[in-house]
């Protein structure tokens, strides 16, 4: 049977040959890819659309370019300038509401890998979010922290893809922690009941306990909607 | 303050203010961007960058170019040419627990919202999926059908954050589920076993029960890992 002809733009050949050599382990972390002209001559494309391609996958963030030396495949990839997710959902005007919702579905499990998996120093680390947490007042700063203590527990699941998908969202959850808190701590004298709910979590966490840290990480997240929605005006609300 | 000059490069720079106009909603889906010459212009860069930064858009699936019409914002995105997740998930070599465990996490919760808000179109299409499941004997058909199932119950879940996470990592979720039922299958009859899960997280689904959907799911995704597990060594499974 005839194969159907999907692809018929040349970058997309050249992305799509990158991809398989890196699913099948020809390029590896780290790799040097063939030069541009090698690959225009094994491709049989111009030189132009080789280019094009392989600024695509810098932008995208998989690759890196080594001045005078070539680009070579990224070894870590925290960091992504470009977040399609984070764009794609903006586009679509997705609500607050999902995004809470995800991270409930997300974290309220990952917290209880991350109490059984975490190693002595990362629960350091964690220790040491939650005291700068108490002890600073800038609430820019905070927000920053908040984030910073949520994204370790993921990083101590060892699930890396959880982590991965964290950082693709990056953008939408500073957007969110940052409106989330201002609104909360609005409403009322909330330091001190955020302060607590993050350090149960801790807690949990250190004491190794699964459960315990499911359930902490749950109340802190029912409180962050509920008063998120109290916020909002009965029209809002639907 | 000075803010820490980030961007040097001026793709970066162009790709940046593209997703700022996103943000702030001046550019919406179906919208045409401003032309390479007016972008370039207004940008104050070359029309090479210009050219780059928009087919670094359109790889990742922002974008379309339509032929002597010029560059649109998509309207849909559930195709994606390129998944940078998948590709980063390769290159640190993810284990398969890996991509069953985000599974568990994500599916064991959206089965549940999507037991309250499905649709009735959308239970008649989930239940010819489950008949086509039942006919075809075709084991490559089966697992395109068995995908599409789970990406039916996601879309009813009507989170679209999360919908879009099993879109990114689409070819990673073909491999496993192909890899998966491939095993799961050569250990037995199980073809009858795989058939009657699927049919209770319907059911579940169906009877509008989110507890029932979520122990449905629960149940088939433990029964896929343990039959994974099983079929490896000892060492394999350390």
């Not at 203590?149 to 959850?173: E, G, P, R, T």
């Not at 009941?193 to 306990?209: A, T």
Request: charged share 30%; proline share 2%.
């Amino acid at each position: 049977m005839f194969k159907p002809v999907k692809n018929t733009k040349v970058y997309e050949h050249i992305i799509e040959q990158i991809q398989n050599m890196i699913a099948d382990g020809t390029l590896k972390q780290g790799d040097k890819l063939p030069s541009e002209r090698d690959l225009a001559e094994s491709l049989k494309v111009s030189r132009a659309s080789v280019r094009e391609a392989l600024r695509a996958l810098e932008i995208i963030g998989i690759t890196e370019v080594r001045q005078g030396e070539g680009n070579f495949i990224k070894t870590s990839f925290d960091n992504c300038l470009f977040e399609p997710l984070s764009v794609v959902f903006m586009l679509n005007k997705g609500k607050a509401e999902d995004i809470l919702e995800l991270r409930s579905i997300l974290e309220i499990e990952t917290v209880a890998l991350a109490a059984a998996r975490i190693t002595e120093e990362e629960l350091k680390e964690l220790e040491e979010l939650l005291l700068q947490l108490k002890e600073t007042e800038d609430e820019g700063i905070n927000a920053f922290l908040d984030k910073k203590f949520h994204y370790k527990i993921a990083q101590a699941s060892k699930n890396f893809l959880i982590v991965n998908i964290l950082n693709v969202i990056s953008s939408l959850m500073d957007t969110f922690i940052k409106e989330a808190r201002g609104k909360i701590l609005n409403c009322g004298d909330n330091t001190e009941v955020l302060m607590q709910q993050h350090e149960e979590i801790y807690l949990s966490i250190k004491n190794k306990n699964p459960k315990a840290a499911s359930l902490a990480m749950s109340k802190h997240l029912q409180f962050v909607y509920d008063t998120l929605m109290k916020e909002k005006t009965p029209i809002e609300r639907l």
